[in-house]
């Protein structure tokens, strides 16, 4: 039995890699899509064609929508902040704010896990261990991207303020997609995107106008593959791994999406490993354990919390 539990936790961590690896490599796509394609409507087509493939897996796995408006009330809240919200707000951001700084900003969704779990849980607080591997991980990343991003520190506070509300968004997201659980997630993230793909693809025909645009086909590629690789398939692996490893490690995979940049960078433009990057990977996966190593958490058995 222990053998096979076991087996189960290094396949869930297997897949919490391959999310790593493909919400790391999404920015490729981006910096790739957006020169040629204006950032509302690239992510209206993300969100669209996500849409068609989770329908397409829905319909091959011969699975329904739920028919009750209060889900739908729900799924659109969740759609907001793990996809219409979370993704424009760091779109508006990254205008203003330096990359690394941005990737630090942003990798800082666990501890908010961590903080609205020791707020909001009455019945399970999380372990210290566990903030303690958030801390980690944000120090890794810090490492992997260069130390001297701080120092734009307190400069475009707004577009600082976006990067780090879009990690709340994320922690936000993590912790309320808890309360489908009688959703597959499958239909969980073919619902979200549907949401997604009714708010910004009109968005983006009032604003930008796509209709006007020529992208080249490297664009139209870089904007499928975001779409359906890192979009599409990534958040059938991100609704899973919420049901089985939870919200806070799932959120660690903000972690390692930092160090999959830095290989691809290693891989398809000659860069080197230095000191300080191999310091970051080595903390920011010593952070990854730290936050999936299994504790027992206390509980409160008076007061318990439904979702």
Not at 39 to 44: G, M, N, R, S
Not at 153 to 173: D, F, H, P, R
């Amino acid at each position: 039995m222990n053998a096979t539990n076991n087996f189960k936790m290094a396949f869930e961590f297997s897949l919490l890699g391959l999310l790593a690896l493909l919400w790391g490599s999404s920015y490729l796509f981006i910096k790739i899509a957006v020169v040629e394609i204006p950032p509302i409507t690239l992510i209206a087509y993300r969100v669209a064609v996500a849409c068609i493939f989770l329908l397409l897996i829905m319909a091959w796995r011969k699975e329904q929508f739920p028919r009750d408006i209060p889900t739908w009330r729900a799924l659109l809240v969740l759609a907001f902040f793990n996809s219409i919200g979370a993704w424009t707000i760091l779109a508006w951001g990254q205008q203003y704010v330096d990359s690394g700084l941005a990737s630090v900003l942003n990798s800082t969704s666990p501890i908010f896990v961590f903080i609205f779990t020791l707020l909001l849980s009455y019945h399970e607080k999380p372990h210290p261990l566990k903030f303690f591997g958030a801390c980690l991980g944000v120090l890794g990343v810090t490492l992997i991207v260069g130390v001297d991003v701080l120092a734009g520190l307190g400069q475009q506070v707004l577009g600082q303020l976006a990067s780090l509300s879009g990690a709340i968004l994320y922690a936000c997201a993590a912790l309320y997609a808890k309360r489908f659980t009688q959703l597959s997630a499958t239909v969980i993230a073919a619902s979200t995107m549907l949401l997604a793909t009714l708010v910004l693809l009109p968005a983006s025909l009032i604003i930008e106008q796509p209709w006007q645009l020529s992208p080249s086909l490297s664009a139209i590629y870089a904007a499928t593959a975001l779409a359906i690789l890192c979009t599409g398939f990534a958040l059938l692996i991100y609704f899973r791994l919420l049901k089985t490893i939870g919200p806070m490690g799932v959120a660690s995979q903000a972690y390692l999406r930092a160090g999959v940049g830095v290989m691809l960078g290693i891989v398809f433009l000659g860069e080197h490993i230095t000191l300080s990057i191999g310091l970051g990977l080595t903390a920011a996966i010593l952070g990854v354990i730290a936050i999936n190593y299994p504790v027992k958490l206390k509980s409160n058995a008076k007061t318990q919390l439904t979702d």
